[in-house]
């Protein structure tokens, strides 16, 4: 079966470099979410899309911006990045009750 | 206070011990429960979800949600080492335009 597809997988960037991560979601999927965890800590909501449009915002700092394309596929762009923007990002998308997540994309600021 | 309270563990059992996660949470708006498994470096893996009262069972997986004292466990039987992971507790609203709230994980260790 289909899976949530994220990448890259790895990405290393410098501080104040930008960066964009890239979610595909399982097809007939209507909403897409975007976590962040940071070593030992639960994933923490920044943004989500239901049907291409923003349906929520959680704590995305303002450097942080998202979109959901026509395919439905999202990116999340980062800009300015900090030290403390190393973190896996973790793609999740859904329908009805069920949601599925990507196997995360581990940046890495340095 | 966080939406979404969690046992922190760790919790460390024998292998074929029942294991119990519990949380709690505070938002009456939540009305899908689900329970992720996650192991290191790796994305959350939906174990289960629910969304009514009462008990839902899945093989050795069984959660239980009480709405009424806000509280959801996972019950885990004949625990296998292969179970040693961290478990995650999940709400989230009715309408699939909801965001998820995570509970902040608890690290299960099943001794063989």
Not at chain 2, 49 to 76: H, M, P, W
Request: with cysteine; charged share 20%.
């Amino acid at each position: 079966a289909a899976g949530v597809i994220q990448s890259p997988r790895h990405l290393i960037k410098e501080k104040r470099e930008t960066a964009t991560l890239k979610c595909y979601p399982i097809p007939r999927h209507d909403t897409v979410y975007w976590y962040q965890q940071g070593p030992g800590q639960d994933p923490q909501f920044l943004i989500s899309f239901y049907e291409k449009m923003q349906s929520d915002k959680g704590s995305i700092p303002d450097r942080f911006s998202a979109q959901q394309f026509s395919d439905y596929h999202s990116e999340l762009n980062m800009s300015s990045l900090e030290l403390g923007d190393s973190a896996l990002y973790f793609c999740a998308s859904r329908k009805g009750t069920e949601a599925f997540f990507g196997q995360g994309t581990r940046l890495t600021v340095v | 206070q966080k939406e979404v309270e969690q046992d922190p563990g760790p919790l460390s059992v024998p292998e074929g011990a029942i294991v119990s996660l519990n949380c709690t949470y505070s938002n009456s708006a939540f009305q899908y429960f689900m329970w992720y498994r996650q192991y290191s470096r790796k994305g959350p893996e939906l174990l289960m979800y629910t969304y009514s009262s009462g008990n839902k069972e899945d093989g050795r997986f069984t959660a239980q949600v009480d709405k009424s004292s806000k509280y959801i466990s996972l019950f885990i039987r004949d625990s296998q080492p292969s179970d040693s992971a961290t478990y995650l507790c999940a709400m989230s609203g009715y309408s699939s335009a909801s965001k998820i709230i995570f509970g902040s994980g608890t690290r299960l260790s099943i001794r063989p």
